[in-house]
């Protein structure tokens, strides 16, 4: 995942014109069934000097895309659009099951394959990120580590 | 108000310090597990009486939910993986509150996707208020329409019944990155080995 | 019974309409919960059914018995009926699943069934018309030497008062509150032990009969009025001022307003406590002056001293 972070930091650096001001780590979706919306979760570092604006979030392997939040203050648990996501400077921010994450509207992408997320920033050039897909009983972007046993139950 | 401060406090204590479960005791209090709704695997209704024999828990939820819902599912199946064999005493029960959407067909696949122990339920209308009075749960459907995306709200709680159908347990919300799992499981096992025993202190310190 | 005592048809006819009703509803809530409009029950209960169309129906079918000149006047007969009316909207309509699900909210039914609702049943003057039509067996029980006996202690003032405060602050005691709303069973012996509280306050302090034959003095049913406002000040603003959230059981089962945080919600909540019942009371410490005042006009002198004084510090007041 990291040298797949530094492959997208390098196709940004690329660009002519802008520095890649954001480090993505940890992408990756919950994919259940194509009729059903997937959640994208990310980890976001801002190492530069001023904060970062995203404005909005596209995929090919989704209808739509949107930042949403989920808030279950006061024991409800509902879902909030959220139009803007502001990354500090020399700060993080994490889109995290339970919190904020991208939802993925007619989602069309399957278990094991990765697929590319571009975040639109309010300045500089859009930062594309790569998206692990992951099942139902997946909590993080590896296969491995959390939930040895998943394939059993799926 | 100050000098109160300290009795509430040694007051809630002697509750949760009396208490053995990690998790919220409700016996006695929540009716005891009654319901019919239609079983997404095989498209007839089922009632309480069907799950018998089993620890059951209910949570309610609806499958166009891509964050919590699934995140509340996993956590649950990694509990009953935690439990091992004993797991096949357990039945979780996903009641959509979003019948509209959420056909037999797609429960199906959905509660599949989480493991053999999960049971969808699509109750209908009727069915489904008179499920949501008798746990106290809230949900709210919203078709949206006129620029307003459609929206669902529900409930966080998960309830645990015992073998006998009694109402047990209140689990607030397993919809958390840092849920609880060992206490929810540790609360599992004890179920599942028929320790009903509250302890006569733990029942004295709920009613005084 | 003999065929010549055989009962007038009103006297069968309107319990058996109401009695059919009941049974409509009950059958209505239990089959179709999710296509009842709002304003019909929730969650029917027979208990709250017969408990307000019983006396309503006893109350009117009394009052049309009475002699004119003795009849509650109309406007009292309008307080009685909207008391009632309130508290069977709070307890059977849609309005109990909010109560249910919103702190601020379910404090808001408690105010109703334990102060409004009682209060305005209370203005009815609703004993001596309920008693003239109810049926004799149950008169002889209601006036019967034990039942007094066993109300009377509870009617004593200053019991009176601590019962009243008491109730307020047990089911707002957090773990009897969270026992008392996720259960059925208790949340029904809250709300009704709630009602029934307030009865016994509320047509105690506003009885308009100086002290016999009323248990007690002007004085003293003023000084209950006043006397748990501060008590439940105390309790309002211990909830208005707590900086955590002291009842946990709208979390768990979620709130009505999502929007509303929780400590919000406990704030409003704890307004709602403080601030309404002492409204109330003041609106009762008045009402008593002004009976003082009329019984004093009409006794060719003071009832007694302390009477007096009241009264005299009454007119600062009352301008008479």
Request: hydrophobic share 50%; with cysteine.
């Amino acid at each position: 995942m990291r040298s797949l972070a530094a492959l997208v930091l390098l196709a940004a650096l690329a660009r002519p014109a802008a520095a890649a001001p954001l480090r993505a780590e940890g992408a990756w979706f919950r994919y259940l069934l194509s009729s059903i919306p997937a959640g994208g979760y990310v980890t976001l570092t801002n190492p530069g000097p001023a904060t970062v604006v995203l404005t909005g979030v596209a995929s090919p392997a989704c209808g739509s895309l949107m930042f949403h939040r989920t808030d279950s203050q006061g024991g409800m648990e509902r879902m909030v659009a959220v139009p803007r996501i502001r990354v500090p400077a020399g700060g993080r921010f994490r889109f995290a099951p339970g919190g904020y994450h991208l939802m993925c509207d007619a989602p069309h992408m399957h278990r094991g394959q990765t697929v590319p997320v571009t975040f639109r920033l309010a300045h500089g050039a859009p930062l594309v990120v790569r998206f692990a897909v992951r099942g139902a009983n997946a909590s993080g972007p590896r296969a491995s580590a959390p939930a040895p046993a998943r394939m059993k139950s799926q | 108000m100050k000098p109160l401060r300290p009795l509430l406090l040694a007051l809630a204590l002697l509750t949760t310090a009396a208490s053995p479960w990690h998790d919220i005791s409700v016996r006695g209090e929540v009716p005891a597990l009654g319901f019919a709704a239609t079983d997404a695997a095989s498209g007839h209704t089922v009632t309480a009486a069907d799950f018998r024999g089993r620890i059951v828990l209910l949570y309610l939820g609806y499958t166009h939910c891509p964050d919590v819902c699934p995140l509340t599912l996993h956590n649950i199946s990694v509990v009953l993986r935690r439990l091992g064999k004993a797991a096949a005493g357990v039945r979780v029960l996903f009641v959509t509150v979003d019948p509209h959407r959420d056909t037999v067909p797609v429960l199906r696949r959905y509660v599949a996707l989480f493991g053999p122990d999960f049971v969808g339920l699509r109750p209908d209308a009727n069915q489904l208020a008179r499920l949501a009075r008798r746990y106290r749960l809230a949900y709210a459907v919203d078709p949206g329409g006129h620029g307003h995306p459609y929206t669902v709200t529900h409930s966080a709680a998960v309830y645990v019944f015992d073998r006998t159908g009694a109402a047990r347990l209140l689990i607030p919300s397993l919809a958390s990155t840092t849920p609880d799992l060992p206490g929810v499981t540790a609360d599992l096992r004890r179920l599942l080995r028929g320790q009903t025993a509250e302890g006569w202190f733990g029942w004295l310190a709920r009613w005084v | 019974m003999s065929p010549a005592r055989r009962l007038p048809p009103a006297e069968w006819a309107v319990p058996a309409a109401l009695a059919a009703v009941g049974a409509a509803l009950d059958w209505a809530t239990t089959t179709r919960p999710a296509a009842m409009p709002v304003w019909l029950p929730f969650d029917f209960s027979w208990f709250a059914w017969a408990g307000t169309v019983l006396p309503l129906w006893w109350y009117f079918r009394g009052i049309a018995r009475m002699a004119p000149a003795r009849r509650p006047a109309p406007w009292r007969r309008a307080v009685f009926a909207l008391g009632m009316g309130l508290i069977w909207a709070v307890l059977q309509t849609r309005y109990l699943y909010l109560a249910e699900h919103e702190f601020f909210l379910s404090r808001i039914m408690h105010v109703v069934l334990h102060h409004l609702g009682p209060f305005l049943v209370a203005l009815g003057l609703a004993g001596q018309p309920i008693r003239a039509a109810m049926p004799a067996p149950l008169r002889r029980l209601v006036e019967s030497r034990q039942v007094r006996a066993a109300l009377a202690p509870l009617m004593q003032p200053f019991v009176a008062a601590f019962l009243f405060v008491g109730l307020v602050a047990l089911w707002l005691w957090p773990p009897v509150h969270f026992a008392s709303m996720i259960g059925h069973r208790l949340f029904w012996v809250m709300n009704w032990s709630m009602v029934l509280d307030g009865l016994l306050f509320w047509c105690q302090v506003l009885d308009p009969r100086p002290a016999p034959p009323a248990r007690a003095g002007y004085g003293a049913r003023a000084a209950m009025a006043v006397g748990v406002i501060f008590p439940q000040i105390a309790i309002g603003a211990f909830i208005v001022f707590s900086r955590h959230d002291l009842y946990p059981y709208y979390n768990y089962c979620g709130r009505f307003f999502p929007d509303i945080s929780p400590l919000y919600d406990q704030l409003v909540g704890g307004m709602v406590v403080w601030i309404p019942p002492a409204m109330m009371s003041i609106v009762a410490l008045l009402i008593v002056l002004s009976h003082l005042r009329a019984a004093e006009d009409a006794a060719p002198r003071p009832l007694d001293p302390r009477a007096a004084r009241m009264a005299a510090l009454s007119a600062r007041w009352t301008g008479r």
